[in-house]
């Protein structure tokens, strides 16, 4: 059996994506040339390279789901840090969600197995 251990991304602009990912998740970054940059989470490791592309739902990209305890603070953390809000939160048997843009235009989502009294 085997689970997944690498993840990439397109990225066009990989100082402002290194510099977001970093203040909203706390990702911690390792460059090998200026075209290519790895990334280590609590959970998972990847990387961006440099290219003019964008992986996103509606053109069939896959989605990179994240967890964050408080789904309304993690959103404002993502506004906050230039992200952009491509789907609110919503709610779906076993939780809640959001989808985000981030600076070089990926959308990933960020969901929390609690529900926010807020949402």
């Known amino acids: 059996m085997s689970k997944p251990a690498y993840i990439e991304f397109a990225a066009k602009d990989l100082a402002a994506t290194k510099a977001f990912f ?3 998740f ?3 970054f ?3 040339g200026p075209a290519y940059t790895a990334f280590f989470a609590t959970n998972f490791e990847g990387g961006f390279y440099k290219a003019p592309l964008a992986s996103s739902v509606k ?3 896959a989605l990179l789901v994240l967890y964050a305890e408080d789904l ?3 959103l404002a953390q993502v506004e906050a840090a230039g992200g ?3 789907q ?3 709610v779906f048997p076993g939780g809640a969600r959001f ?3 981030e600076p070089s235009g990926n959308e990933l989502a960020v969901w929390s197995e609690q529900a926010s009294p807020h949402v």
């Open 84 to 86: 952009e809000i491509s």
């Open 30 to 32: 390792e460059d090998y």
């Open 88 to 90: 609110d939160i919503f």
């Open 99 to 101: 989808h985000f843009i």
């Open 72 to 74: 309304p603070a993690c």
């Open 26 to 28: 706390q990702w911690c």
């Open 22 to 24: 970093h203040k909203v």
């Open 59 to 61: 053109s069939g990209g």
